[in-house]
């Protein structure tokens, strides 16, 4: 369970998020991560979602080696 379910699902009067476009940075994110060789980790934050796009507004990268 998600504490922030109420936020992806409209909170408050806002329209819910595109979930799915949160789900497919999350997805493709970690494919970086863990297929690549490059990268170590990365950090998003903040990833800010509407109901019609994602963005990630700053991001850490750290580099493998």
Same mark, same amino acid.
């Given at each position: 369970e998600l504490k922030a379910r109420a936020v992806l *699902?409209?909170?408050r009067g806002r329209l819910p998020v *595109?979930?799915?476009g949160v789900a497919d940075v999350i997805a493709r994110v970690s494919e970086l991560v863990v297929t690549g060789d490059v990268l170590r980790s990365i950090e998003i934050n903040p990833l800010v979602a509407d109901e019609?796009?994602?963005r990630a507004l700053?991001?850490?990268v750290a580099l493998r080696g």
């Amino acid at each position: 369970e998600l504490k922030a379910r109420a936020v992806l *699902d409209g909170f408050r009067g806002r329209l819910p998020v *595109d979930q799915e476009g949160v789900a497919d940075v999350i997805a493709r994110v970690s494919e970086l991560v863990v297929t690549g060789d490059v990268l170590r980790s990365i950090e998003i934050n903040p990833l800010v979602a509407d109901e019609r796009s994602v963005r990630a507004l700053d991001a850490k990268v750290a580099l493998r080696g």
